[in-house]
């Protein structure tokens, strides 16, 4: 039987988000606070007969070619190591797709992971990174995973001090979805009427916090507005007793971060119309040690 390998790809919320204005790249600069959650996708990966690199995907409709990140991510360090073998990926989806959650990131860096394991070699960090960042601007994080402060792109990252564990609950509504670069051009305006500087003083400062507060994404102003639904689903999450709650990523799902599990379970009944998950945060420790399935 041939060795297969299998990755965890877990989600991710951001805690705290603040978009600051274009970079030279046409990118945004951005200030964010990501955090692990125990929700995630697996990753099998095994050498083939076959030259090339063939993706089958599970609960998917997403592409099984270049387009996908988990292709791309396999191509690139197939180069990079110069694997002669055929490579065969089973992608098992769990994660909704284009809601924040950074699904598809995670898959990438999961690529990345399992492949050097597969082939018994490692890259040098500097250069995994770089390979990480060309695919896409959250992947880097997802090779540390736990609680992290995301800089530039978001692919600049600083390890921070993990919090206690706690419950999130994670509201995907089925009928909306919000495209990044959509997003990112209803924020372009409004950036223009915000102040950055003593929003970046603040943001620091909670940082290194050891305090669960401080829940805030620049994309709830302009998101919000066009979909009025998302904010109700936040505030419905905060009626139900989360702590906080807040947008995932530029949405569209709203997460809420409950210190009490048996209020999370409760929470779901409060949505029957929407896709529910219950998960939990997870440290860099936990992260390092769940990512490698058994």
């Not at 372009?188 to 909670?206: E, G, K, V, Y």
């Not at 409950?258 to 929470?267: H, V």
């Amino acid at each position: 039987m041939p060795e297969i390998i299998r990755v965890n790809a877990f989600a991710k919320v951001n805690l705290r988000l603040q978009v600051l204005g274009k970079l030279p790249d046409g990118y945004h600069e951005l200030r964010t606070i990501f955090q692990s959650i125990s929700l995630h996708d697996t990753l099998e990966l095994r050498f083939s007969s076959s030259r090339g690199i063939s993706l089958e995907l599970v609960n998917s409709d997403l592409p099984a070619n270049s387009e996908n990140l988990v292709w791309r991510a396999l191509r690139a360090l197939k180069r990079e190591l110069q694997i002669t073998k055929g490579i065969h990926a089973r992608l098992i989806k769990r994660i909704p797709v284009a809601r924040g959650l950074g699904g598809g990131s995670s898959d990438a860096a999961a690529a990345l992971v399992g492949l050097q394991r597969l082939a018994r070699r490692e890259l040098p960090l500097p250069r995994l990174l770089e390979i990480a960042s060309s695919l896409g601007a959250d992947v880097p994080f997802f090779l540390f995973g736990g609680r992290a402060l995301g800089v530039k792109r978001g692919d600049e990252i600083y390890p921070l001090p993990d919090l206690p564990t706690r419950r999130v609950v994670v509201v995907s509504p089925r009928a909306i979805s919000v495209n990044t670069s959509d997003a990112y051009s209803w924020l372009s305006r409004w950036l223009t009427t915000q102040p950055s500087t003593n929003r970046i003083w603040s943001f620091c400062a909670l940082c290194w916090s050891r305090q669960d507060k401080g829940l805030a994404n620049d994309f709830e102003a302009v998101v919000f507005r066009r979909h009025p639904r998302l904010n109700q689903i936040k505030r419905g999450l905060l009626q139900v007793g989360a702590a906080e709650a807040a947008l995932a990523g530029s949405g569209s799902a709203v997460f809420g971060i409950f210190r009490n599990p048996a209020q999370a379970r409760r929470a779901v009944r409060a949505f029957p119309e929407d896709q529910i998950f219950i998960a939990r945060t997870l440290s860099r420790k936990d992260y390092r040690r769940g990512m490698l399935a058994r």
